[in-house]
């Protein structure tokens, strides 16, 4: 069994589990991309999240080449690129929501190439100084993530790392020893938000994993509704819904009911989470 203190960080995202295992419940976790379709409309759903029933909000940072999302994130960041968004803006994204909201956890999504030309050690002062709580580079190996997880671990930061159904148990010792904040469960073999995981398998390997580390497990790809979110919270300590919230942002035939629409779908998951209790 792995333990952790994650190098010995203690932030917002180890209050937000505690206060959630104290409650009894499991975390819905919500993920935007940063600038997607434009800053200011981003903002305003960022700001609305914590209100609507999301516990922690993941940041995506606008990548030209996420290989690991399916057509709908790729889309979101091919938008937020055109409306100029960039890793520093992203960053400046972060620095608006803190300015009203200094308690819900945020994790910043995306890629090492960004990072990597920003320079690790820098962006990992700049993300905590904007008020990040974890980092997430789905394109990193952890064999080859040590420097940064300390770069990170200076700063306060979470390195939030990945395990997928093709996870053994070798591989899962090495990620252990990186990861920190919570465990990130793919539940599916492929790209974000295309099929969702049977349930049942997915509580046979969150078991396996509760039996390997202490840290909390969540789990997404591919959940789209209240009843779906609700199914995954009964045992997953936290449930992560991306491209279903980011299709409803992207629809533009909302209008300027676009912001209420993105928090009332927000607010059904959250509905679905808490009455699945624990």
Do not use: W
Request: charged share 20%.
């Amino acid at each position: 069994m792995h333990t952790h203190t994650s190098t010995l960080v203690v932030n917002r995202l180890d209050d937000c589990f505690a206060d959630l295992r104290q409650a009894g419940r499991a975390a819905l976790v919500t993920y935007i991309m940063a600038g997607d379709p434009d800053p200011a409309l981003s903002l305003e759903v960022m700001a609305g999240l914590p209100a609507a029933g999301a516990d922690i909000i993941e940041l995506g940072m606008p990548f030209s080449d996420p290989m690991a999302d399916g057509p709908t994130i790729q889309a979101a960041a091919g938008r937020a690129l055109k409306a100029g968004m960039t890793l520093p803006g992203t960053l400046e994204l972060l620095r608006q929501f803190r300015r009203q909201d200094r308690k819900t956890p945020v994790v910043l999504m995306g890629y090492y190439n960004p990072v990597y030309s920003y320079g690790p050690a820098r962006f990992a002062a700049d993300a905590a100084e904007a008020g990040a709580d974890g980092v997430i580079l789905v394109d990193l190996p952890p064999e080859e993530a040590e420097s940064f997880v300390v770069d990170l671990a200076h700063n306060g930061l979470h390195m939030i790392c990945l395990a997928a159904p093709t996870t053994d148990s070798r591989r899962l010792s090495v990620i252990l020893d990186r990861a920190g904040g919570f465990l990130y469960y793919v539940s599916v073999t492929g790209v974000t938000g295309t099929v969702l995981a049977d349930v049942e398998e997915v509580r046979s390997s969150v078991d396996r994993l509760r039996r390997m580390t202490d840290l909390p497990v969540a789990t997404g790809f591919g959940i789209r509704t209240p009843d779906q979110a609700a199914a995954f919270a009964r045992f997953a300590d936290a449930v992560v819904v991306g491209s279903a919230l980011v299709e409803v942002i992207a629809d533009k035939g909302k209008g300027l009911g676009q912001v209420p629409t993105a928090l009332g779908f927000v607010a059904s998951l959250a509905e679905g989470v808490r009455l699945a209790g624990k």
